[in-house]
């Protein structure tokens, strides 16, 4: 377990993460406006064919299909639509990311406030915010594994990311790894004037624990484990097939098969049973003293 703290930035002054409102969160209402446009293209016929069939007047003649049974695929059409409506703002949003992209390529490193870093950070951000937070709003699990890649986020295969924070930069997380419910993964921090931002590699088969921390810089090996309520300090080294706890991160504990738990189980019961009876043969002979 290592700990290389860059130089100009004190990792016990860092209290927060996030990013600011700018001008640029208004990107929200274009993600709004081109998935209800593409939505409304393409539903432009059914809708036709409903009203058509709901008033006798038809939007235009052209291709005009109105069967009594459209009715029924009511329900179906507004489900499927939502899924429209998600993706189409995934893809757009994942070409907007990629053209920020090319215009500041992301890098890491301690920059100011007001630097050209500074402010395409938040712009990314953003851009990445609403997309995911709708991939999470739908019922199915891997949706938002879809829309953290469409933003070059490298998540390896059966990943599972419940409801916590990942930043969509600098951060790889590898086959098999588990995050729980509350955990926030950074690869920016934010303090006062300047934000750090550094690669976050979490490995194969890691297991990130409940309400904990990953910052800047953080390395998992395969294997490893976050303990709950924990988080790492900046550039911190977990190694594989140990339980890390702390806040930060001082504890390292072995991981246990059930047979060993098991067998320790016992042990610690026999071991119980023993100091008991013990302890009343002793009880035993100072009553008959």
Not at 104 to 133: L, V
Not at 172 to 184: H, K, Q, V
Request: glycine share 6%.
């Amino acid at each position: 377990m290592e700990e290389e703290v860059g130089p100009k930035f004190e990792s016990e002054l860092i209290s927060t993460s996030g990013v600011y409102k700018t001008p640029f969160s208004l990107i929200i209402l274009i993600q709004l406006f081109i998935g209800g446009l593409i939505l409304f293209i393409v539903n432009l016929w059914f809708i036709n064919s409903l009203y058509y069939l709901l008033t006798g007047i038809e939007f235009y003649s052209f291709g005009l299909k109105a069967e009594w049974y459209y009715w029924l695929l009511l329900p179906l059409n507004i489900y499927a639509n939502i899924f429209l409506f998600v993706f189409t703002i995934i893809l757009f949003s994942g070409g907007i990311f990629r053209v920020l992209n090319k215009l500041s390529p992301p890098q890491e490193g301690i920059f100011e406030r007001g630097s050209k870093e500074w402010k395409y950070m938040h712009r990314r951000f953003w851009t990445a915010f609403f997309p995911i937070w709708l991939a999470r709003a739908l019922p199915l699990p891997w949706l938002d594994i879809i829309a953290y890649r469409s933003f070059g986020t490298r998540v390896g295969r059966s990943v599972v990311l419940y409801e916590g924070y990942v930043d969509p930069l600098f951060v790889e997380i590898g086959d098999f790894t588990m995050t729980s419910l509350n955990i926030c993964i950074f690869s920016h921090l934010i303090y006062q004037d300047k934000v750090f931002i550094k690669k976050v590699k979490i490995g194969k088969a890691c297991v990130v624990g409940p309400h904990t921390i990953i910052t800047p810089g953080t390395i998992m090996e395969d294997f490893a484990v976050l303990g709950v309520n924990s988080y790492t300090a900046i550039n911190q080294r977990l190694k594989g097939n140990l339980i890390h706890v702390g806040t930060p991160v001082s504890i390292t504990l072995p991981i246990q098969s059930i047979e060993e738990s098991q067998q320790k189980a016992v042990k610690t019961k026999e071991s119980t049973i023993s100091e008991n009876t013990i302890q009343k043969k002793i009880d035993s002979h100072l009553q008959e003293e």
